[in-house]
């Protein structure tokens, strides 16, 4: 279920960066860095293919990426 700041993508492409690395061999720097349970990813591109009552400015099947920072703790709205 979409809840109002959710935004769903469908993938197309992904890129694996240094970080992706370090949290695959669960190092000192992922252990320590990491928060647990969190889900991983970014580095992706996809197209838009549902989204919350909040988002505005988005069409269907737009093309979309993805960067995996959190501003604030907000959703976009």
Do not use: N
């Amino acid at each position: 279920m979409i809840e109002p700041t959710d935004l769903l993508v469908r993938d197309k492409k992904t890129g694996i960066c240094g970080t992706d690395i370090h949290i695959f061999r669960w190092d000192e720097w992922a252990r320590k860095t990491v928060p647990v349970p969190m889900v991983v990813g970014h580095e992706f591109a996809g197209e838009r293919v549902d989204l919350g009552s909040a988002i505005q400015g988005l069409a269907y099947g737009q093309r979309v990426t993805g960067e995996g920072y959190l501003i604030a703790m907000h959703g976009l709205a």
